[in-house]
């Protein structure tokens, strides 16, 4: 059932709001500014957020939650199953807010929603697994729009206002012991789950190489050995999630593939280019007008991305690749040398 005007819940007599966005990275940032719209709306309410606890640390001083709601997933597998999961869904139960956002929209997102006995449960028209079944109401989005527009529109159905400057109101992050922000620094995140997403060892060492004398600093989860060049800090499986959101805030310039610390990095700087070998940018790109993308070989910004249309079949990054996006980041690094011009949060 569509949402349009007529909803159950009047914003006057919300007290609890469930936000059920357990996953992944990219996704909870994503959800922030449909968060701070409805936070804005109900400033009264108590919103609690359902998320796995890996990314906790992401909502640390979020003036839009009040509590989180753990969803430890990995401990409801194995024979042990039954023994933590029995607890969880107890505390689960008694969550009961006058209304439930699932914003996940998947079966289990939409079952932790039933659980918690909302007076409404919304979600998405994209739903999977059959998610929508359990919805008393949905809200109408365009599967091939940008996830940030899509969990908006969730919001909007429901009533809410969505303001022209969104927030995504990230922590400040934590500084490395012994890592000094001077000199300033190229961040390099070449690492992603999807194998045809990394970059290769020869383009990480092409990118260090051509932009000597700067610093690059290589961060992720690496899964194989790095010999970075003089030029070059690895810092790759050696930071916090903290300390990942501190070093892109630091930075002059984040190089990354289509990750979740790319859409940290879209959210708070312009500086920014990301690669996208297979996934579609538009759909999956930065949310950031200002921010750049590398598809098929062409370098642009996303303000000037196709609306509609296919785009042409991706291609892996290679290393002769690496030189044209190092002319970006020379032009845009003498640009911020300008007087005057603010750079990091270093400076």
């Not at 996704?27 to 919103?47: K, W």
């Not at 007008?289 to 249309?309: E, F, H, M, T, Y």
Request: aromatic share 8%; proline share 8%.
């Amino acid at each position: 059932m569509f949402c349009s005007e007529h909803c159950y819940v009047l914003n006057s007599e919300i007290k609890s709001i469930l936000i059920i966005k357990p996953s992944s990275l990219g996704d909870v940032v994503h959800t922030l500014p449909a968060v701070a719209a409805i936070r804005e709306a109900n400033p009264a309410a108590e919103i609690t957020w359902v998320i796995n606890p890996e990314w906790t640390t992401l909502l640390r001083g979020n003036p839009d939650i009040d509590h989180v709601h753990i969803f430890p997933r990995g401990e409801f597998r194995g024979l042990s199953a039954p023994r933590n999961l029995l607890p969880w869904l107890r505390k689960t139960k008694m969550l009961r807010p006058d209304v439930a956002f699932d914003f996940q929209g998947l079966i289990r997102s939409a079952l932790i929603g039933r659980v918690s006995r909302p007076r409404e449960l919304w979600g998405i028209s994209d739903g999977r697994e059959g998610s929508r079944l359990f919805y008393h109401r949905v809200a109408k989005v365009d599967r091939r729009a940008h996830a940030v527009d899509r969990y908006l529109k969730l919001a909007e159905a429901f009533g809410i206002a969505i303001p022209k400057q969104l927030r995504f109101p990230l922590p400040t992050g934590d500084a490395l012991p012994r890592f000094d922000a001077h000199p300033p620094f190229v961040l390099l995140h070449p690492f992603a789950r999807g194998a045809r997403k990394s970059l290769s060892n020869a383009v990480i060492e092409n990118f260090c190489r051509m932009l000597a004398p700067i610093r690059v600093v290589l961060v992720g989860n690496a899964r194989r050995r790095i010999t970075p060049l003089d030029n070059c800090v690895n810092l790759a499986n050696q930071t916090t999630l903290l300390q990942l959101i501190w070093l892109i805030r630091a930075a002059r310039f984040t190089i990354s593939v289509d990750s979740g610390p790319m859409h940290i990095a879209a959210a708070v700087t312009s500086q920014l280019l990301s690669i996208h070998t297979w996934s579609d940018p538009r759909r999956v790109g930065p949310y950031n007008p200002d921010a750049w993308i590398w598809k098929n070989g062409k370098l642009l910004q996303v303000r000037n991305l196709p609306s509609a249309g296919q785009l042409k079949k991706g291609r892996g990054f290679a290393p002769e690749d690496v030189g044209p996006v190092v002319q970006l980041v020379r032009e845009a690094w003498e640009e911020m040398e300008r007087p005057g011009v603010r750079r990091t949060i270093a400076d």
